[in-house]
C-alpha cells in the first residue's frame, strides 16, 4: 500500500469527526490516487502568477489549494480553468474542486455545492477608457460591456443598468476588446482589473481607469464541489474557518498582494467563533445595503 494512506486516513477520520467514516466519491478518489486536483484560474494576477521557469501558475489560489493537499496528506495537482470551462472540469470529474474566484450566486448552487465559509468578498468593477464618461453603473446603459462567459455580471448588468452584455471567452479576450474598442467597459471582478492598473503591466493602462467606485454585486467567494457529497464540503468548510481563525488567509492575501480588508475583519470575527456563511448572511448584507443607498437617495436635494 502506498505510504500516504495511512496519513490520508488519519486525516480524513480528524477532517469527518469519527476514525469510522466513509468518505463520499470524492474523497475516495483522492484517497485511490493519493493526490488532490484544484482548479485554479490561469496566470491572472493577484489570484495566479505564472512561473517563466516551470510553465506553471502559482500563487493565491495554488497555496490555498496546496494546504488542504497538506491537510489531506497527498500531493497536490492544479489545473488551469476558464469561466467557459471550470464547470464542465468539475461536474466531469477532471478536477475534484475549484479555488477560483466563483462567486456564489442561486444559479450556480443549483448546480454544484459548496463549502457555506466563504474565504473572501468579491464584487465587480468596470474597467473603461478615461475618456469615456463613465463614472456610474447607469453610464453603461446601451453600451457595450464585456464579460466572461458564464460570469454572474451579465443578467444585472443587462436588467438593472440597461448595458448590451457581451460574453468572451475570459479576463485577457475581454481587455483586448476594450482596448480595440469593441467594447465601452471591460466589467471582471475588482481586483484583478486593479492590479492592471497598479501591476507591473501599470504604464500599458495609463488611459484606462475603475470607472465606478462601488463593486457590482459583491458576493461571497466560496470553494465549490460536486453536488451531494457532503464530506468533501464538511472537510472544506472546516478547513477554511481555520484560515480565518488561524491568520493563514490573512497573512497568504497579503504576501500575494490581494485586497485584505474584508479578510480581516472576517480574522477578527473568527477569533471570537463567528463565521459567515454563505448565502444567508451575504442576503442579509444585501439587503441592508439597498436599504442604505435607499435612505441616501431621499436625502438628496
Request: some cysteine; hydrophobic content about 40%; proline content about 5%.
Amino acid at each position: 500500500m502506498p505510504r500516504f494512506f495511512p496519513l490520508f486516513t488519519a486525516a480524513l477520520a480528524l477532517a469527518l469527526g469519527t476514525s469510522g467514516a466513509h468518505a463520499d466519491a470524492t474523497l475516495d478518489k483522492i484517497q485511490q490516487r493519493g493526490k488532490l486536483s484544484v482548479g485554479i484560474d490561469g496566470a491572472s494576477p493577484p489570484f495566479g502568477v505564472l512561473d517563466p521557469a516551470t510553465g506553471k501558475t502559482g500563487g493565491y489560489q495554488t497555496e490555498l489549494a496546496t494546504d488542504l493537499a497538506r491537510r489531506l496528506g497527498v500531493a497536490l495537482e492544479t489545473v488551469p480553468v476558464t469561466a467557459s470551462t471550470r464547470v464542465q472540469f468539475l461536474q466531469s470529474g477532471k478536477v475534484d474542486l475549484l479555488i477560483a474566484n466563483i462567486q456564489w450566486t442561486q444559479e450556480r448552487s443549483e448546480i454544484l455545492s459548496f463549502a457555506p465559509t466563504p474565504y473572501d468578498l468579491i464584487g465587480g468593477g468596470a474597467l473603461v477608457a478615461k475618456a469615456s464618461g463613465i463614472r456610474r453603473w447607469e453610464d453603461l446603459r446601451g453600451k457595450v460591456a464585456c464579460v466572461s462567459q458564464g460570469s454572474n455580471f451579465a443578467k444585472p448588468l443587462a436588467e438593472t443598468y440597461g448595458a448590451v452584455v457581451k460574453g468572451l471567452r475570459g479576463i485577457p479576450e475581454s481587455l483586448l476588446a476594450l482596448k480595440g474598442g469593441t467594447c465601452a467597459a471591460s466589467v471582471h471582478i475588482q481586483p484583478a482589473l486593479y492590479e492592471k492598473l497598479t501591476g507591473p503591466s501599470a504604464a500599458e493602462w495609463k488611459d484606462f481607469e475603475l470607472g465606478t467606485q462601488d463593486q457590482l454585486i459583491p458576493s461571497p467567494t466560496v470553494v465549490w464541489t460536486r453536488r451531494g457529497e457532503a464530506d468533501t464540503q464538511a472537510f472544506l468548510d472546516k478547513a477554511i474557518q481555520d484560515w480565518h481563525r488561524s491568520g493563514f488567509l490573512l497573512k497568504t492575501a497579503r504576501q500575494n498582494g490581494v485586497a485584505d480588508a474584508w479578510i480581516a475583519e472576517r480574522h477578527q470575527r473568527a477569533l471570537q467563533g463567528r463565521f459567515d456563511r454563505a448565502p444567508y448572511d451575504f442576503a442579509v448584507y444585501a439587503e441592508a445595503r439597498a436599504t442604505a443607498a435607499a435612505a441616501t437617495d431621499t436625502k438628496k436635494p
